[in-house]
């Protein structure tokens, strides 16, 4: 992977002198895989919903492109293509009435819910000679982090372990955590790429309540450090004002805010922490900000970790799912929950990330013309084009397909 690459340097059809071309990169085809991934990258886990919005009367999704009804039956949660064979009418207008099945509205189609295959069809008798001969495409499901997690396939393929797709100190340590899942317009990748995106928090987020007192840097060297499956964002200078010449001094100084940290600083982005949690420590993160495969962000902080998955719904829209976690048990996880439900939820899950959500929105690319910080955005890209060849190329068949 070459993540040092200059932004901008690869463009196919870049002209330096012709008068003709338009500034910067037109399209995304030199991430083919990516460029293609519009309604999200198949063959991934994806968070739906929490756990407990999952009962006995199924409810629609939409995930990467495809009508999902959930329903959960005896405990455990199923995924179902929400489209009766019979008519088209969504299962997820339907309920359940008979243990294991789910039954369309409309001519009572019932549908086993571990197979998806044609059970019985009320209307037409006992002896129904459809029974058992057709179905409904049915989704592996798994439950972690309080959430219903659904798996899209290339094609018929079994999923990948999920464990193997969280955040590693996720799947080995206890913790607590708060949450948030909201519906938002724009595509995933303008939503992973703002999440990753060095240039735009300390001067986006300056406004932010979350930041009221605590200053954001001016403008940072940074370098994109990959480690296993991540790329992380290291900062090798940060800079708290600036003097552009012939324009003025900036700074997001203010005598309220707390005074910059004099040195550089690699966990959290406002400055340098006096402890940090022993797991969060014990991870050796080179970065505060790292991305992962299909879509997930960590941000590290001293004390708690903060994660957000993209999760493509259709083109335009997707589903922010953002998690705060913090390694700690029992009493502690009491002053926890009192800090996310207090502060945290509102002021970094809400006001905060709904600046993000705001900019997602209203992107509007390719084309675009990237700029130095934007290293960020084409190592990421880099990253996704690379992971998802070898992903197909370990499923033999399914390159064409995806
Ligand atoms: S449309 Fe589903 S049973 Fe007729
Ligand atoms: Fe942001």
Request: charged residues 25%; contains cysteine; hydrophobic residues 35%.
């Amino acid at each position: 992977m070459t993540v040092e690459d200059a932004p901008g340097t690869a463009t196919p059809g870049r002209s330096r002198r012709g008068k003709a071309a338009e500034p910067g990169r037109q399209d995304w085809k030199s991430w083919p895989h990516y460029d293609g991934a519009a309604a999200g990258f198949r063959g991934y886990w994806y968070p739906v919903t929490w756990s407990s919005h999952i009962t006995g009367k199924p409810q629609p999704f939409t995930l990467c492109g495809e009508r999902i009804a959930l329903i959960r039956d005896a405990g455990t949660a199923y995924a179902l293509h929400d489209r009766c064979p019979h008519r088209g009418v969504p299962l997820s207008e339907g309920d359940q009435q008979f243990p294991g099945t789910v039954s369309c509205p409309y001519h009572g189609w019932t549908f086993d819910l571990p197979t998806g295959k044609l059970a019985a069809v009320i209307t037409d008798g006992p002896g129904c000679r459809l029974t058992g001969k057709l179905g409904v495409r049915t989704y592996p499901v798994e439950e972690r982090l309080g959430m219903v997690w659904v798996y899209v396939p290339v094609a018929d393929e079994e999923p990948h372990p999920i464990d193997s797709q969280l955040p590693e100190e996720l799947v080995s340590h206890p913790f607590v955590m708060g949450g948030r899942i909201e519906p938002r317009g724009g595509n995933w990748r303008f939503a992973c790429e703002n999440g990753f995106d060095e240039g735009h928090a300390k001067y986006l987020h300056r406004t932010a309540l979350w930041r009221l007192f605590k200053p954001m840097p001016t403008w940072n060297i940074t370098r994109i450090v990959p480690k296993g499956r991540w790329i992380f964002r290291v900062q090798e200078e940060v800079h708290w004002e600036a003097d552009f010449p012939g324009v003025g001094h900036w700074s997001n100084k203010r005598w309220w805010k707390t005074r910059p940290p004099k040195e550089t600083f690699n966990i959290g982005n406002t400055g340098k922490a006096d402890r940090i949690d022993p797991v969060i420590e014990a991870q050796e993160f080179p970065g505060f900000a790292s991305l992962s495969m299909p879509g997930v962000l960590r941000i590290a902080y001293p004390k708690f970790i903060h994660y957000e998955f993209y999760v493509p719904v259709d083109e335009d829209h997707h589903r922010y799912v953002g998690v705060m976690v913090n390694f700690t048990e029992g009493w502690e996880t009491l002053r926890f929950y009192a800090k996310y439900l207090g502060a945290v939820r509102w002021l970094f899950h809400g006001q905060f990330s709904g600046q993000d959500a705001w900019m997602v929105d209203v992107t509007d690319a390719p084309p675009e013309k990237l700029y130095r910080p934007d290293i960020s955005l084409t190592a990421w890209r880099n990253l996704s084009e690379e992971e998802y060849a070898k992903k197909l190329a370990a499923l033999p068949g399914t390159e064409e397909k995806a």
